[in-house]
């Protein structure tokens, strides 16, 4: 029978119904396929995934589908987000098959869990045909099939492991420059992004971009973020009325998206966001960080302060069926009845023509030029057009609001909820609104109190009032990045404490002394069918990347050697191997600050008051810890003087004299 209804991802209940057999990955069902001799399969997606859907209407609601599934395989259905780690051995295995990843990810394998076949989406006839087959040499002849899952095992089990620097010298940090010129050739010049389709928006990469353009002083890098910030919040793949981005566009310019939208792609978007407006003060850069933010409080946020994890794809359409993007699109005679006498403006500013044009009749708004030159072609002044804007959108938004929403995906994973509280807490810094502290605040307390277990681990997902699945190594790096950042901007000596009592822990559970990484699992929990260290830098940085980053910020504030040591190792064995450098980016925005970053201790009564406006200030290589009182914390010992505040800035462990005021140091220091 199908065991979906038992478990609480939307996902999997939404195949709870399937007349497949479908079960849960857990011991009890490998050891099953085990027992029976039974080929698995594996069938990987997430609640948000178009094509997951239509290979489930396809396929798995089909009967004779289920016939042959049911009798000779045992079904697993995975919800990517609960089970990244199954996720990321099984897309290895796919890639390593057929050069190609994506979901639905479909794999199947022998009754041990070695994968011997994969495939995306695959059609009814196809997959029929395909699991017949495989059923057939697996009952005739088994070795055939198991001497190939073993070489592809042995390709895994290689991947697993990171390759090691095995010279003494450091990789020269004067090579970042060399790196960064090879990546500029892949930069699209026009849209901003990369020249190809589909986009992807990769925060991270936009992230050290902004800070090594600013650090170095390079303007053409400069200028290539700030152009793809600007397309990418033109519209189409920023929803203009609702706030908010989708997860991808289909093609070059940031118009059509792949509609679902995702927490983990906004939480990252508003940092990077709100490091933008702090350097520049653009004003289009902090209406995107109030939109996305308006859209995450009323979409995406429970009554406790957790974050749920996305919206889907697919609404319901006016003829009931669900349809990818039938709630944001709009026709031209719907947009001439609600605007009158305004379409024609209308119609320019958010270009119903054929750039904005999509299919079937339907338009995506995407803004081409911005609010200034639209105003002076048409002889009006910018604050009007920027008031007739605002009321076009929320004229819009309420019609919209009436259309069957998208479905919501309210399970709360621990790793996307830290990246948000992230997200807040950076948007506070920029913008100075309270509200988002306290948001902030209300889901650091989330964290603590439903996702934090009282023997020191973390759990992965919560739904239904209750938490599940033992933390990864991305969840317990994006928490302890996340109460760092909360320190960062309140001063709270707390934070930091949680901060460095999680990173001990996972230093117990997850760092493997003879790979100088931490494995993707806890050493305590089951282990898949091959190691897993997460390196690379993608649409999430690596995690890796972000513990290390985590050590070297502790190793400073804490004086702790042991930190600072296992930072220089990892550092050591990534920079070697950094050909392309998008796939490293964090890993280079650490290496950056670990050569020329510095710290800022700020001391005294009126220290919070005055972190504010050092926070107000875009400084991206500025570590920056302080304390209203005298304070346990090592890097800020014998620093307090309760009839003044004092700004200390330091670099390689050494720091000038103490300052009254951060002007003052800026001067001195051009900072």
Known sequence: MNELHL???????????????WKAWNENTLATAL???????????????????????????DEDVAQLMNAAFISIKVDKEERPDVDAIYMKALQMMTGQGGWPLNVVCLPDGRPV??????????????????????????????????????????????????????????????????????????FGGYTRAPKFMMPSNLDFLQCYGYTFKNDAVLNHVDLTLTKMAYGGLFDTLGGGFSRYSVDMKWHVPHFEKMLYDNAQLISVYADAYKRSHNPLYKEVIEKTIAFIKGELTDNHGGFYASLDADSLDKNNHLEEGAFYVWNKTELESILKEDFNLFAEVFNINSFGFWEHDNYVLIQKESNTEIAQKNGISVGILIEKKKNWENKLLEIRNKRPKPRLDDKRITSWNALMLKGYADAYAALGNTTY???????????????WASNGHLWHSYN????????????????????????????????LQNAKQITDYCLEQFYDEHQHFFAFNARNSSQLIAPHFEVEDNVIPAANSVMATNLHILSILFHNTYYEKLVNQMLHHITVKIDYASAYSNWMKLWVSKNIGKELAICGENAVNELSKVNSEFHPNLIIAGSTKNSSLPFLSHRFDPTKTLFYLCENKSCLQPENSFENIKTKTKL
């Open 7 to 21: 478990e609480s991802s939307p996902y999997l209940l939404q195949h709870s119904t399937n007349p497949i057999f």
């Open 35 to 61: 027992q029976e001799n039974k080929l698995i399969v594996v069938s990987i997606g997430y609640a948000a995934c178009h094509w997951c859907h239509v290979m489930e209407h396809e396929c798995f609601e």
């Open 437 to 451: 502290l306290e948001a902030a605040k209300k889901n650091a307390s989330f964290i603590m109190g439903n996702l």
């Open 117 to 190: 076949w994969g495939a995306t989406y695959v059609n009814k006839e196809n997959w029929i045909n395909t699991l017949a087959q495989l059923s057939k040499i697996y009952q005739e002849n088994p070795e055939k099939v198991i001497e190939y899952a073993e070489k592809l095992h042995e390709g895994l089990m290689s991947l697993g492991i990171v390759s090691h620097n095995t010279y003494l010298d450091e990789f020269p940090f004067e090579n970042i420059h060399v790196l960064v010129e090879k990546w500029q050739k892949s930069f699209d010049l026009e």
């Open 464 to 495: 239904n009032g209750t938490a599940k699945i033992e933390g990864f190594l991305e969840d317990y790096a994006f928490v302890i990045e996340a109460f760092i950042s909360l320190y960062q901007v309140t001063f709270d000596m707390d934070y």
